[in-house]
Structures are given as structure tokens and as C-alpha cells.
């Protein structure tokens, strides 16, 4: 019995313990095959991720390539103008090159003065490296023509300080014909009319300048000017110190920039040359208007520095209208050949005036003016009227007038100019053998426009002597002037 039983179970234990290693080998492939399948599934996601970011990626690539070929087209389109224009301009000069040879000289005249023109400017001389830098164009106005002359300048980065030097010269030839009948002896003459020095700048501020001239005019040093002036509008400001009086035009306009060598007779006669003392001047309405309202000790040039001697001071009234804008009133020429007519109109009055630069003692005496200029294409036409009137306080008023009018004009633009001058004074209109006229012509060639010119000119020079014969003298001048 017990070996049939074994007989029996050890079969069904056999095919029992097969059925059990199959269940656990099912189960443990059916967890395999789980685990490949979600791994497979989490690899399947990442994939794509990296496809998304990769398609990303060449979405942006493919922006900015087409952002880089609409700049090369605009590029391309750029490119395709300048080689048009540049076509154009040499068509341009070709034609040039083409037309009679008699522009050609004009043209490029005109070329070397906007060459000159420019070298001259304050960008041209920061670039070349001039210095620290060009003066600061606070200082470079035609408010102080001074500024105008300067060679030479320097400002700090801040542009509150800086400093400007310039030198002129003028050697001048002179043969005066004097009228023998009258005992008077021919001269001729070599000598430096004019031998200045000057330097200023701005102090500071860029509003607040200062401005020292020295001359050896004649070879007699000397102190020019010296004065600081403070510029905070166009339509006011302030000068103090030792300065040109602003009365008539003539003697504010600069001597290395006058039509003719010399001013006029009548300018000589009445002007109040220079003088100690504060001006508020300023140019309104876009320099349509200009305005002097002055004080000065009224004692001259040759003020010894001792107490005012009667106690008065002189005062100066000015007022100028520029109908068609700012004149330039300190360059008695078109050398800058105005394309628009250039006009002004002025007056002045002054109180307790001088004569030939001095006061007079126990008299009162008031001096006037009216001037006009025009400016236009080369031309200038100045002329100048004035009046005084001395009141002592014994005996008769004594009264003065004089005026000239003068007239120039460039043959050759810019190059060569003619200019012709009258000018007549009365130095008292209760004599009539007193009468002083001027008559002079010259010629002036501008090499490096005043920087460097030669002046040429003929004057003749008479005075009234009554029923006897007048008194006459013939001038010859040469002269070259030469600014650095």
C-alpha cells in the first residue's frame, strides 16, 4: 500500500511542483515585461521633450536668420543708394570736367575758401588735436570782437576755464607830399603802426571772461585793454574795467579788420576813444536790436591814475536796430560776402564827452551820432554823422559836426577789394576857415582773409585856410598786417 501510494503522489507532486515554478516564472515575467513596457513609456516621453526643445530651437534659428536677411536686404538696399549717388556725382564731374576751362579756376576758389573757412572754426581745431581743446564758444561771440582774433587756445574738460592768446602786426610804408607853401617838408616813413599782444578766455564759468591787450604801436608799450565781462543772455550783460567807449561804430569796429589803413578823419575827431568804466549792453530780439547803457570816469588814455579832476563822469546812451538780423559791425567789410542784404541803423549820446581824448575843465559838453551800414554780396557802405556842443561856463557855445561815408567792394570775391572814402569836420561851425575833407582810395588783397592781407592807398588831405590858399597833403600807404 504504501509503495502504490507513493506510486501515485510522487506524480502529482511532481506535475504540483512544475505548476507552481511555472506560476512563479509567469509572475515574475509578467513583472519583467511591466517594468521594460514603463520604462520604455518614460523613455518615449523624454524623447519628446528633446524633439519639442530641439524643434524649439530651430524655430529661433530660423527667426533670427530671417531677421539677419531682412538687415542685409536693407543693407543691400543702402549700398545700392550710395553707389547710385556716387554715380551721380561722377556724372556730376565729369560734366564738370567737360564745361569751358573758365569755371574751373572759380570753382576751386571756392573750395580753398570753405577748406580755410572750416580750419578756422573751433571743430577743425579740436580735431587737430590743437591743445586741450578750441575755446569754449561761450567766449568765441561777436558780443566781444576781441575773441574773434585769438591764434591760439586752451579749456579745461569742464569748459569753466579757459585761456586764448593771438599777436598782430601791421609794418606800414608811408610818403606824405606836404604842402610846401606853408613850410611844411615831405616825409616817408617805415614803421609799426600796430604791434599788439593779447590773450583771455572764460574763468570759472563758461558766462564769466576776462580779456588783456598789449601794444607796441610806434614802439611805445603800452596797456591796450583790461577787462572781465559777464555774459549770462544774449539780452544783457556786463562789462567792467578799461575798454573802447561804445559811442560811434567806427572806432568799435576792430583796426585789423577796417576797409581803408586808418578811420576817418571825422571818426578821429569825434570819438571817445578808451575809457574806465561798466557797460550793460546786450542784443535783443535775435540781435535785431542792440543796446549800450554806460559810465566812465571820462578822463582818457592818458589817465595819470589821479582823482577825477571836476568830479563828472561821462555817460553813454546807444541803441542799434539790424532790421534783417545780428550785423557784424565789427568787420568794416563783406569779406564774408552776404548772401542776404545785411543792414543796421544805429545813434548814441554822450554826456560830459571828451575832446581828442581829454576833458574840459568848467565846460559842458555833449556829443551825437547816427550811423548806417549795408552788407551784400561783397559790397559795404558805412557812413557815420556827428555833432558836439561845448558849453563853458564863461563865454560862447561852440558847436562841431562832421560825418564820412565810405564805400568797398571785392572784384574778386574774397581776394580783392577796392574801397573809396570822404570824410569832412567842422571843428567849429562859426569859422569858416577851418574845414578839414579827406579823400582816399585804396586796394586791399586778402591771402588768408585778415588773418594775412596787404592795403594799399591814396589819400588827400585838405584844410580851409580862408581867402588864403588851403592847406593840402597827399598820402601814400603800404602795409601788410599779419595776425598768429
Given at each position: 500500500?504504501?509503495?502504490?501510494?507513493?506510486?501515485?503522489?510522487?506524480?502529482?507532486?511532481?506535475?504540483?511542483?512544475?505548476?507552481?515554478?511555472?506560476?512563479?516564472?509567469?509572475?515574475?515575467?509578467?513583472?519583467?515585461?511591466?517594468?521594460?513596457?514603463?520604462?520604455?513609456?518614460?523613455?518615449?516621453?523624454?524623447?519628446?521633450?528633446?524633439?519639442?526643445?530641439?524643434?524649439?530651437?530651430?524655430?529661433?534659428?530660423?527667426?533670427?536668420?530671417?531677421?539677419?536677411?531682412?538687415?542685409?536686404?536693407?543693407?543691400?538696399?543702402?549700398?545700392?543708394?550710395?553707389?547710385?549717388?556716387?554715380?551721380?556725382?561722377?556724372?556730376?564731374?565729369?560734366?564738370?570736367?567737360?564745361?569751358?576751362?573758365?569755371?574751373?579756376?572759380?570753382?576751386?576758389?571756392?573750395?580753398?575758401?570753405?577748406?580755410?573757412?572750416?580750419?578756422?572754426?573751433?571743430?577743425?581745431?579740436?580735431?587737430?588735436?590743437?591743445?586741450?581743446?578750441?575755446?569754449?564758444?561761450?567766449?568765441?561771440?561777436?558780443?566781444?570782437?576781441?575773441?574773434?582774433?585769438?591764434?591760439?587756445?586752451?579749456?579745461?574738460?569742464?569748459?569753466?576755464?579757459?585761456?586764448?592768446?593771438?599777436?598782430?602786426?601791421?609794418?606800414?610804408?608811408?610818403?606824405?607830399?606836404?604842402?610846401?607853401?606853408?613850410?611844411?617838408?615831405d616825409v616817408q616813413d617805415i614803421n609799426l603802426r600796430r604791434a599788439r599782444v593779447y590773450f583771455g578766455?572764460?574763468?570759472?564759468?563758461?558766462?564769466?571772461?576776462?580779456?588783456?591787450?598789449?601794444?607796441?604801436?610806434?614802439?611805445?608799450?603800452?596797456?591796450?585793454?583790461?577787462?572781465?565781462y559777464f555774459t549770462p543772455l544774449e539780452e544783457l550783460n556786463v562789462k567792467i574795467g578799461y575798454f573802447?567807449?561804445?559811442?560811434?561804430?567806427?572806432?568799435?569796429?576792430?583796426?585789423?579788420?577796417?576797409?581803408?589803413?586808418?578811420?576817418?578823419?571825422?571818426?578821429?575827431?569825434?570819438?571817445?576813444?578808451?575809457?574806465?568804466?561798466?557797460?550793460?549792453?546786450?542784443?535783443?530780439?535775435?540781435?535785431?536790436?542792440?543796446?549800450?547803457?554806460?559810465?566812465?570816469?571820462?578822463?582818457?588814455?592818458?589817465?595819470?591814475?589821479?582823482?577825477?579832476?571836476?568830479?563828472?563822469?561821462?555817460?553813454?546812451?546807444?541803441?542799434?536796430?539790424?532790421?534783417?538780423g545780428q550785423y557784424d559791425y565789427y568787420d568794416e567789410t563783406d569779406l564774408k560776402y552776404s548772401d542776404?542784404?545785411?543792414?543796421?541803423?544805429?545813434?548814441?549820446?554822450?554826456?560830459?564827452?571828451?575832446?581828442?581824448?581829454?576833458?574840459?575843465?568848467?565846460?559842458?559838453?555833449?556829443?551825437?551820432?547816427?550811423?548806417?551800414?549795408?552788407?551784400?554780396?561783397?559790397?559795404?557802405?558805412?557812413?557815420?554823422?556827428?555833432?558836439?556842443?561845448?558849453?563853458?561856463?564863461?563865454?560862447?557855445?561852440?558847436?562841431?559836426?562832421?560825418?564820412?561815408?565810405?564805400?568797398?567792394?571785392?572784384?574778386?570775391?574774397?581776394?580783392?577789394?577796392?574801397?573809396?572814402?570822404?570824410?569832412?569836420?567842422?571843428?567849429?561851425?562859426?569859422?569858416?576857415?577851418?574845414?578839414?575833407?579827406?579823400?582816399?582810395?585804396?586796394?586791399?588783397?586778402?591771402?588768408?582773409?585778415?588773418?594775412?592781407?596787404?592795403?594799399?592807398?591814396?589819400?588827400?588831405?585838405?584844410?580851409?585856410?580862408?581867402?588864403?590858399?588851403?592847406?593840402?597833403?597827399?598820402?601814400?600807404?603800404?602795409?601788410?598786417?599779419?595776425?598768429?
Amino acid at each position: 500500500m504504501i509503495i502504490k501510494w507513493h506510486k501515485y503522489i510522487s506524480p502529482l507532486a511532481i506535475v504540483l511542483c512544475n505548476t507552481c515554478a511555472d506560476g512563479i516564472l509567469q509572475s515574475s515575467f509578467a513583472q519583467q515585461v511591466i517594468q521594460e513596457t514603463s520604462q520604455t513609456q518614460k523613455m518615449s516621453e523624454g524623447e519628446a521633450e528633446d524633439l519639442k526643445r530641439q524643434l524649439k530651437l530651430m524655430e529661433e534659428s530660423l527667426l533670427r536668420q530671417q531677421e539677419q536677411m531682412k538687415q542685409m536686404q536693407e543693407a543691400a538696399l543702402i549700398q545700392h543708394e550710395q553707389i547710385q549717388a556716387l554715380k551721380n556725382r561722377i556724372d556730376t564731374v565729369s560734366a564738370e570736367v567737360a564745361a569751358p576751362v573758365v569755371t574751373t579756376p572759380v570753382a576751386k576758389e571756392e573750395i580753398k575758401h570753405a577748406v580755410e573757412d572750416y580750419l578756422s572754426t573751433d571743430e577743425a581745431r579740436g580735431k587737430m588735436g590743437i591743445g586741450w581743446s578750441s575755446v569754449a564758444s561761450a567766449t568765441n561771440d561777436e558780443r566781444s570782437p576781441d575773441t574773434l582774433k585769438y591764434a591760439l587756445s586752451f579749456k579745461s574738460p569742464d569748459e569753466k576755464y579757459s585761456w586764448n592768446f593771438g599777436a598782430r602786426m601791421q609794418m606800414r610804408y608811408t610818403f606824405k607830399d606836404r604842402d610846401e607853401d606853408v613850410g611844411e617838408s615831405d616825409v616817408q616813413d617805415i614803421n609799426l603802426r600796430r604791434a599788439r599782444v593779447y590773450f583771455g578766455g572764460n574763468i570759472y564759468s563758461k558766462i564769466l571772461h576776462y580779456y588783456v591787450e598789449l601794444d607796441a604801436d610806434k614802439f611805445n608799450p603800452a596797456l591796450r585793454d583790461f577787462y572781465t565781462y559777464f555774459t549770462p543772455l544774449e539780452e544783457l550783460n556786463v562789462k567792467i574795467g578799461y575798454f573802447k567807449v561804445p559811442f560811434n561804430r567806427q572806432r568799435m569796429a576792430t583796426s585789423a579788420k577796417l576797409l581803408l589803413q586808418d578811420r576817418s578823419i571825422a571818426s578821429e575827431e569825434f570819438d571817445q576813444k578808451r575809457d574806465t568804466g561798466l557797460d550793460i549792453y546786450g542784443n535783443p530780439l535775435d540781435g535785431h536790436m542792440e543796446y549800450h547803457a554806460a559810465v566812465f570816469q571820462g578822463a582818457g588814455e592818458k589817465f595819470s591814475g589821479i582823482d577825477n579832476t571836476n568830479n563828472k563822469l561821462m555817460y553813454v546812451l546807444s541803441l542799434r536796430c539790424n532790421p534783417f538780423g545780428q550785423y557784424d559791425y565789427y568787420d568794416e567789410t563783406d569779406l564774408k560776402y552776404s548772401d542776404k542784404l545785411a543792414l543796421t541803423i544805429g545813434t548814441s549820446v554822450v554826456f560830459n564827452a571828451k575832446v581828442a581824448d581829454a576833458k574840459l575843465q568848467n565846460t559842458d559838453t555833449m556829443a551825437g551820432t547816427v550811423d548806417m551800414g549795408v552788407k551784400y554780396k561783397g559790397l559795404s557802405w558805412n557812413n557815420e554823422y556827428y555833432i558836439r556842443s561845448e558849453n563853458p561856463d564863461v563865454g560862447a557855445t561852440m558847436d562841431s559836426d562832421g560825418f564820412f561815408t565810405q564805400v568797398g567792394y571785392f572784384v574778386l570775391p574774397k581776394k580783392l577789394e577796392v574801397a573809396a572814402r570822404y570824410s569832412m569836420v567842422d571843428p567849429n561851425k562859426d569859422v569858416s576857415n577851418d574845414i578839414q575833407k579827406e579823400y582816399t582810395g585804396g586796394v586791399n588783397y586778402y591771402f588768408r582773409r585778415h588773418r594775412s592781407k596787404i592795403q594799399a592807398d591814396f589819400g588827400d588831405f585838405v584844410t580851409s585856410m580862408g581867402s588864403s590858399q588851403d592847406k593840402k597833403e597827399k598820402r601814400i600807404r603800404l602795409q601788410y598786417q599779419i595776425i598768429f
